[in-house]
Antibody, heavy 121, light 107 residues
Framework: EVQLSESGGGLVQPGGSLRLSCAAS????????MGWVRQAPGKGLEWVSA????????YHADSVKGRLIISRDNSKNRLYLDMSSLRAEDTAVYYC??????????????WGQGALVTVSS | EIVLTQSPGTLSLSPGERATLSCRAS???????LAWYQQKPGQAPRLLVY???SRATGIPDRFSGSGSGTDFTLTISRLEPEDFAVYYC????????FGQGTKVEVK
């Protein structure tokens, strides 16, 4: 059974930093692309970042480029999102998502339960 | 960047009725790389359809997807109580954008 479990969310001040982690199990982690999708309170889904199965290629939405960085550790079956220079508009539930293949094109076939990040003073 | 527009924003229907949800892309990437997701309140989204018309594992056959190019449709043939939720489309070919969502509510 595929399981994705996010951790590391919380309250952070504007301009601060945070690291989200996603523990994956139930599939061959290194064989699949992974990503992050966020959802601001009461809003729709926004794709944030993605990374290929081997970790060699990363992609970020323009809204987060240079501030949010995706990475993975295939030896630990973990996905990360390093968040810096955080803004109020980054406040959202961040979902860890599994891609359907190792590289594009892929849809997101499994989703974690999400981690809430609140950026506020 | 391809923009996806979903319509209507809200669909008010009764259990047993047919629901037709639309997703229109601002341009075609000449693929059928279109997915649909369902999200219930307080829950993570779940995959319903990929490749425009292929149902994901475990999805009931009352859900069906169709379309190509720039116009895609998700149809729920007979609404069950558990189908009232928000539905999102996503283009996963040349972009990863989501539509803004369609809420299916009880009339």
């Amino acid at each position: 059974e595929v399981q994705l479990s996010e951790s590391g969310g919380g309250l952070v001040q504007p301009g601060g930093s945070l690291r989200l982690s996603c523990a994956a199990s139930g599939f061959i982690f290194s064989s699949y692309a992974m990503g992050w999708v966020r959802q601001a309170p009461g809003k729709g889904l926004e794709w944030v970042s993605a990374i290929t199965g081997g970790g060699g290629d990363t992609y970020h939405a323009d809204s987060v480029k240079g501030r949010l960085i995706i990475s993975r550790d295939n030896s630990k079956n973990r996905l990360y999102l390093d968040m810096s220079s955080l803004r109020a508009e980054d406040t959202a539930v961040y979902y860890c998502v599994k891609g359907s293949d190792t590289s594009r094109p892929y849809y997101f076939d499994f989703w974690g339960q999400g981690a809430l990040v609140t950026v506020s003073s | 960047e391809i923009v996806l527009t979903q319509s209507p924003g809200t669909l008010s229907l009764s259990p047993g009725e047919r629901a037709t949800l639309s997703c229109r892309a601002s341009q075609s990437d000449r693929s059928s790389y279109l997915a649909w997701y369902q999200q219930k309140p307080g829950q993570a989204p779940r995959l319903l359809v990929y490749g425009a018309s292929s149902r994901a594992t475990g999805i009931p056959d009352r859900f069906s997807g169709s379309g190509s190019g720039t116009d895609f449709t998700l149809t729920i043939s007979r609404l069950e109580p558990e189908d009232f939720a928000v539905y999102y489309c996503q283009q996963y070919g040349s972009s990863r954008m989501f539509g803004q969502g369609t809420k299916v509510e009880v009339k």
